[in-house]
């Protein structure tokens, strides 16, 4: 009987109609595929079982968090090579080849060659950090546990992956620059597109750590109050706050921002919170921030976009990410978000794309994550350190292939007179 590598690379190929681009290294030893191609370790017979009792991504998934499946070699050459087995593929012609591919014999034939290989045929738990997936509810209960899920994994693991700046959201790059700093010169062009003055007040929506609201009360000496609803961020912004003798000019609250209502701000920034918001209810986010608004006030809403679709109906959250990353996340093309902002009454004056930029910023955190690798998992434990690396990674790739984006959208409560305050020529925020 012919090894174990060499007949799970068979199937594969059977059932995929198509050569395996990557080697794969079997329990017993065993390896088969494309010489020099990335290798896939398929560590058990466990591995096999959760891919096929959850064929797909998710299964995949669970046998990598798990620790069941692993890579050797380089992470993004890996993921490159099966992302076109896995993510890339017409809708359509997806679904026809499937269902032609389950009357084919020989496939048929692959898939009981599986079954064999499996062994008895029990279906494994799935790893204690996957979420369980259900509707996408948005209340105030289900956002805090979702957040909860995400941000309160340890601040000490957050410090590993970020770095000092502690800012979640993609950094602005120049060349040559370092992650501390490009995170900075992001903190900057925000500040500088929402025109802040000393003496305004800014409201920082999903303030993370307090980055945010620190540079801006340091550098532009503005008043700023910055919401999460994660307990952990704010207990290490409120010291960092401290740290900086900025409690006069600070306020980090636990709060939601459908509970807001000490308006009106100047500003209010949002970097890369909306994604928690939900399609269903966007345009109420979007009619609260600018009821907080004075007259004349700017909203920069940063967020991450995903490409639109042929039927909008059809779209489905990445089952990875909502069952062990963003639980309840949700993207939507930039076209829709600016719909949205000017449903609710905001002008909308500028869309900048930082989508390369925010792959670069994914690699660097990658690299981060990697070089503290032991703590890490001490800190946040093996599965949870594997989503992580995974995530950021196959994001990285993502954003470099133009799968998804991220924009920062400059949006205006424009007053009565109509009278913007706005330069008139772009880009010239504080002229």
């Known amino acids: 009987m012919a090894d174990a590598a060499s007949r799970l690379v068979s199937v594969a190929e059977q059932l995929l109609g198509a050569p395996l681009p990557v080697r794969i290294r079997a329990w017993d030893g065993s390896q088969a595929g ?47 090579a099966v992302a076109g087995l896995l993510w890339e593929h017409d809708d359509d012609a997806d679904s026809r080849s499937l269902a032609g591919a389950v009357r084919d014999p020989a496939v048929r034939a692959a898939a009981r060659e599986l079954i064999r290989l499996v062994g008895p045929p029990l279906p494994p738990a799935p790893p204690r950090e ?40 993609c950094a602005y790059w120049e060349d040559g620059g370092s992650l501390e700093t490009a995170q900075r010169d992001k903190l900057e062009l925000v500040c500088g597109k929402l025109g802040l003055k000393p003496g305004q007040r800014l409201l920082d929506v999903g303030c993370g750590w307090g980055s945010m609201a620190i540079h801006a009360a340091r550098e532009h000496g503005v008043s700023a109050v910055g919401i999460t609803l994660s307990q952990e961020q704010a207990a290490l912004a409120r010291k960092r706050v401290a740290e900086e003798g900025l409690t006069d000019r600070v306020e980090i609250r636990v709060q939601d921002y459908r509970d807001v209502r000490d308006g009106p701000y100047d500003a209010i920034s949002s970097i890369g919170m909306a994604e928690h918001v939900g399609a269903d209810r966007y345009l109420d986010y979007a009619r609260d921030l600018y009821d907080l608004l004075k007259p004349g006030g700017r909203l920069l809403n940063h967020q991450i976009a995903r490409r639109p679709q042929r039927d909008e109906t059809a779209y489905e959250v990445d089952a990875f990410i909502d069952s062990y990353v963003f639980p309840d996340g949700e993207l939507a093309p930039v076209g829709t978000t600016v719909t949205m902002l000017e449903r609710a009454g905001f002008e909308v004056r500028d869309v900048e794309s930082l989508r390369e930029h925010y792959a670069r910023t994914l690699r660097a955190w990658v690299t981060n994550l990697e070089g503290s690798w032991e703590r890490a998992m001490r800190l946040a434990g093996p599965g949870r350190a594997r989503v992580w690396r995974l995530y950021m990674a196959a994001s990285a790739l993502a954003f470099e292939r133009n799968q998804i984006g991220v924009n920062q959208v400059l949006a205006l409560r424009t007053p009565d007179s109509g009278a913007s305050g706005l330069p008139a020529r772009t880009r010239l925020w504080n002229a």
């Open 34 to 80: 494309p010489p020099g191609a990335p290798v896939i370790v398929v560590r058990n017979r466990r591995a096999l079982r959760r891919m096929l009792f959850k064929p797909g991504e998710l299964g995949l998934a669970r046998a990598w968090v798990s620790g069941d499946l692993d890579i050797e070699g380089d992470l993004y050459t890996a993921l490159g």
């Open 130 to 169: 996957e979420v369980r997936r259900r509707r996408h509810l948005h209340t105030r209960r289900t956002d805090k546990r979702a957040v909860s899920h995400h941000y309160d994994v340890g601040n000490d693991f957050y410090g590993i992956v970020l770095g000092p700046s502690m800012v979640y959201s």
